[in-house]
């Protein structure tokens, strides 16, 4: 399958504490956080992996960090000659906070999400509630504007034919990266499982988990693939042009 990966640099957030992407790491120690989304091109399909965090007007009146060099997700599609109507589907790694907003600009898209993180966005844990948009002052989900057109994945599943959806718990109960066949070989986009080429090339967890043994299974799962892993906040990544 045909398909190429492209990077989209949503904005970056500077100062990150590194700790909080590598566990038990660099406590203190600060670092610069890309966060972005990925586009999917090919057997004239656009797929979007993820949809972002809020857009630069809507994060002002939410409580959490601002992004430098923030970008409307509109504009950077724009600039590859897209519109919100040419994606077909979006698929989310989970539903916190950065991840899951813009999908209103998609009303031709599925959005293709795991089942236990439905279910955990629905009801998270006290200690969650912020990070899924679920306590007072945070505003509604931003999943919420595609509820009508979710679908729920339970487990690996094929979601096109050459992109399969990996369930991949650790980080939240749901997780899912995207396994994409390129004529390059394969990749895997391993979202928040793998935040930095750091968590790949020494074996770290992410920092924020929620299951600390399931994300060690799916370290072990993601490379028993034998695909090359794309982690998702890195600006090594953002520096790529494209996957594949």
Known sequence: MAYKIYPILLGILRGAERSMFLYRTDCGVKMDAAYMVFL???????????????????????????????????????????????????????LHWDHCYNLKLFPNAKVYV???????????????????????GCGVPGWFDAFDRIERVDGDCEIFPGITGLFSPGH??????????????KYIIAGDAMPLYENIEQNIQN??????????????????????????????????????
């Open 40 to 94: 999917v091109q090919g057997n004239g399909l656009n797929i979007l992996v993820d949809s972002g965090a809020p857009d630069p007007e809507l994060a002002k009146t939410m409580p959490y960090p601002l992004l430098d060099e923030a970008k409307y997700l509109s504009d950077e599609l724009a600039a590859r000659g897209l519109k919100g109507e040419d994606i077909d589907a979006v698929i989310l790694t989970h």
């Open 172 to 185: 939240t109960p749901g997780e899912m990266s995207v396994l994409v066949e390129t004529g390059a070989g």
């Open 207 to 244: 920092g924020i988990t929620i299951d600390f043994d399931a994300g060690c299974r799916t370290y072990d799962r993601l490379r028993s693939f034998g695909a090359e892993l794309i982690p998702g906040h890195d600006l090594k990544t953002a520096e790529r042009k494209v996957f594949g």
């Open 114 to 136: 795991q089942k236990k993180e439905v279910e955990h966005a629905a009801a998270p844990s006290d200690f969650d509630r912020k990070a899924y948009v679920a306590a007072p």
